[in-house]
């Protein structure tokens, strides 16, 4: 489990880079239906939606995470 600092630096900064639902979305759409996903195709991808390539890992590692909640 990811281990963050919480500021009201942090918070600020975490809302300038909140990526909108939509977005996530189109993320997690994307790797469910790319079965042999790589790391090359993947940053392209997050790139065409204008993300940064680490922002748009951390919506995948999120969505991992809040799955694995229920399991």
């Known amino acids: 489990m990811r281990k963050r600092i919480h500021s009201e630096k942090f918070e600020d900064e975490l809302k300038e880079k909140e990526i909108p639902l939509v977005l ?17 195709d993947f940053h392209r991808y997050a790139k065409s939606l204008g993300l940064n390539t680490h922002e748009a890992e951390e919506v995948v590692y999120d969505t991992i995470y809040s799955w694995s909640r229920k399991i």
């Open 24 to 40: 996530r979305k189109k993320i997690v759409l994307f790797v469910s239906t790319h079965k042999d996903l790589n790391d090359y």
